[in-house]
């Protein structure tokens, strides 16, 4: 299916004819659906203002007054309060976007919520109750009891258009062809100037995209499709359906969503809101080990190699390193006495903690005490007393505790470590790396070796975070205790964590600030007192944050995008977050930019759900207009010869050209400004600093490089691993064949570059032009 539409506006007022008695009828039906949407609103309204004065009255009574349980039943109402003010505002836009006709001549509203009278009559129905299905997946094969489903377009509390399906074509009626315009809603939407950031599809889920949303909770699900086949706006809508659906389960243990990279996650953080669901932790994989916030750019080989599963054994044997036994006795030199440990004694205590089956910091008490008791019994024995009872012994055995070589002889033969110290001590040792990474070569293990960290230095990469969660699980929690003494923590590891709870209550102020504007309460209460109060106290901490802050906790569902690019140690991570594997999966293989990314979705998966987890594919295009796409599929072909590109949805006469020389860069850039819009240019790793300045120079208000920032900007300047995700109306690739030969990858990132445009596509280039983009319509500019 290929539809024209040239206008990128796509039509404000979808009439398809000109005839007068036609138009007449349309106006008739436009009025009538106003007057309902008008009452509609009306109802919203009352429901704020009196969800307001509910939430006032609660704020009246005094913020520090009564005992412990009315201040936290008080802030729990006022927070639920809050929260439902923050739904019914989110809806503004787009309240009721359907109605669906029903073959018993009844009609339903279908909306981004529910509302209800005052005595329960149904208003509007909530997109996500079972009532609503038919409104995304009724057809005329199968109309599921539907005469007609009609799409209302609103502008503000205005109805604008309607669009109607009508899935009984035996009853059409004149009437009826003059408001039958199959697709206009989809149209309009897809062709809309882009802004930046994500919209929802609410109104226009395709029935294979509404499939997905529905499917069960349970089990693994993994969606593959191709560029713009709607994968993370159907991932972002099957949490909202999931979290309404199983509200109670999901609100306990709470959803994640994992996507690439920060930008990305800006880029889709307004959808679920817009959904009505705030509750959701967006996080990337890098972030999911509370603490370190990676600054290292790694070197594709070395994240291979640190993505192979085989670095679990790897950490294992590391962990077991700091457990080993010494080839010499070890002798401790007291006053009184010199006390020796032998290889045997070692062994046993060592044997006795690992039998425990306990992580290697829980373990170490047992292994102390065993050797606490074998020194003991030799102190007794070299003081001369030959038969001392339990008390003595004990005596003896406390004494011993606290000798401050003996202490120091205990912390040599087992110490306390973190995953930190275990990882920092395993990639800047030689000797360690060739015990613990025996598996691979000697080239490798010379990869892998790193200086240590400067003061003050962000050391960590990003293929190191599931290396510390891995190690996190084998080294255990060490005794708050100890940690508080603190004395053998890095100072730099202490900055970090400094750092990054500062960061955290940053973070934490701008969402509260977020908040309060959004619910009309920023003059009754500052966002430093609304943070404190519901956001970084325990007690009201919302699921997402309890579990963001929680390297253990297990959550309800968890949903990767880009799936794809995830390695085999980050599976492990994501896996251990969700012991009941109830997840959802998307990607696409062919876009893999990783080098320790996913060659098949059974590889990654199977280990942990053999046999077990289900695939859906998405093959139509919404993004890309069939021109570009023509373009990508060459690209693809290099990719793998059998891989097939989605269909687009539709046609703009726009055809891609490129470009040279490189001179041409700003002027091109200039001329290619979206009004309105947005247009990013494309630029290979190794040139981003170059190529990044020369459009920031040409270009005002251009911005080079990722972040919120690049979102908003009219023009941006990004790598493929920063636009990975991201839409934009046109897009400039600067010198493709660098693309293609930088990484390990070229190919799939070629493709992801060509595939990011909703509207145009340009190639600007020095050096020659890929086979593979041969049609490409060609200038040079002189
Ligand atoms: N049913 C729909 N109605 C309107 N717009 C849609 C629909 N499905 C997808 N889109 C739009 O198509 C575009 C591409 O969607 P999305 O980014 O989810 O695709 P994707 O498969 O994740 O792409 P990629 O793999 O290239 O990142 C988005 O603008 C999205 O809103």
Redesign the pocket.
Known sequence: MVCHNNQPNGPEYPITSNDNGATATRQIELAKEQEYVSGLYERLDLLRVRTQRQLDGVLAQGGSGGTHQNRSERDSFAGMYAERLGRLWAVENGLCFGRLDNADDTSLYIGRIGLADDEQRRLLIDWRAPVAQPFYGATPAASMGVTRRRHLQTKGRKVIGVDDDLLDLDSLTDEDVATLNGEAA?LA??GAK?TGR??D?V????SE?DRIIRSDLNGVLVVQ???????????LHRAAYLLYTHREKLARRGVLILGPNLTFLRYIEQVLPSLGETDVLLSTVSELYPGVVPGVRERPEVAAIKGDVRMAQVVERAVRERQRVPRKPVEIRLDKYTLKLDGNILEAARNRAARSKRAHNEARSIFVRHLLNALARQAARQLGRGMIDEDELADIREDLRTERPVKAALNRLWPYVTPQQLLIGLFTSRERLDYAAGEFGEAERELMLREPPRKGENWWAESDVPLLDEAAELLGDIDPGVLRAGAWIAEEEQAASRAAALDERQHQLAYAKEVLEMTGLSDIMDAEKFASRHLNDDVYLTTAERAAADRTWAFGHIIV??AQELSAMDWRMVMRRCPTRSMTI???LA?TGSSAGAPSWGRMLDPYVAGRWREEH?SV???TPAELMVVAADVLALIGPGLVAPTSVRETGARPWAVSPLESLGDVVKAEIVEGGRLVVIVPESRVEEFGQIVVRSVDGAVAGPGTKALDAQVAVLTVAEA????FDAVIVVEPELILSESPRGASDLY?AL??A?QRLGVVHGGSLPEALARLERHRIT
Do not use: C, F, H, W
């Open positions: 989809l939407s897809i882009r994500m919209r599809i109104a226009t889920i395709q995209q499709g191709g560029p713009g086949t709607g994968k993370t706006v159907v991932a995008d880009e998307v990607g696409d876009q998405l295009n919404y993004r990975k995700g991201l839409e992801v595939t990011r909703t």
